[in-house]
């Protein structure tokens, strides 16, 4: 099937169409595109784990039009939660909150839990609400990719990983490029699980308290892998002298390295080098279509300079880390 476009309502009807009968459908959402089922029918769900390749104890993100319909799934409504909703939903926060027994199991992963987010993509909301319409309470879409692999961006990431058969609604890059941050607000306190684009400082601020650091009693989330975000190519974090330093070493190979920095790196001729911007958002927006364009170009190892270690730069690093434990 051709990839259609977001803002079509015969295509947006299409895909609602097809959520509705348990089918899967590639959205796009400000953060990266997703592959949707509706969460509240367990086989259609399995239909993503094995489309990804991905364990079913693996919890999924539930995508809801707003409040309302995430408590839906939602046990108990934290005050947390409803903090984090008001202050940043439509938008890139996925809020962990205890799930309403006998909904959503699958798509939990089969915890007591249940991730929820809101998207502000215009075609998501859309075709969120084409397809409430239709009788589907929510979509579950982790990212429309194979499990662990480079997130996609643009519905032709999508294309390249699944091929005709799947429904793509196209619509644009993501403007943000990463996935949601996680908080989890289902002990009490809230905890950081996963970060974003937002800071620390603006989660706490909503909050009006301290986020904590993850422990061993959080529950599972998406992106939670030491190893993740990975193109087939090694990804390898150097510091700027260090980098330098591996750019002159005897062995070095020119033809079989790629490198992602600030500055343009005085190697040998020959080597790939795409200019890391100086901004953490522009980074987080083309991090991962970066990434496939250096693998795409038959690379053994991409080289990337650490992003400078500040509170804005968090879930950059944090991609990079995964990308780089593969």
Known sequence: MPILAGDDP???????????????VALPTETVYGLGAR???????????????????????????????????AAQWPPAADRLAAAFWPGPVTLIVPRRVGVAEAASGGLPTIGLRCPAHP????????AAALGVAGVAAPSANRFGRVSPTRAAHVAAEFG???????????????????????????????????TRAQIEAALGEPLLERDAAAPRSSGDMASHYAPRARVRLFEPAPLAAALHAPDMSANTVAVYSRSCPAGPAGVQWRRQPEQAAAVAHELFAVLRELDAAGVREIWIEQPPDTAEWEGVRDRLRRAAAA
């Open 10 to 24: 015969v295509a947006l009807r299409q895909a609602a169409q097809r959520l509705a009968a348990g089918g899967l």
């Open 39 to 73: 969460a509240d029918v367990d086989d259609a769900v399995a239909g993503i784990f094995a489309a990804k390749g991905r364990p079913v104890d693996h919890p999924l993100i539930v995508h809801v039009q707003d409040v309302a319909d995430a408590q839906a799934f």
């Open 123 to 130: 075609v998501a909301r859309a075709l969120l609400r084409a």
């Open 164 to 198: 005709d058969e799947l429904l793509v609604l196209d619509g644009g890059a993501c403007p943000l490029g990463i996935e949601s941050t996680i908080v989890d607000c289902s002990r009490g306190r809230p905890v950081l699980l996963r970060p974003g684009v937002l």
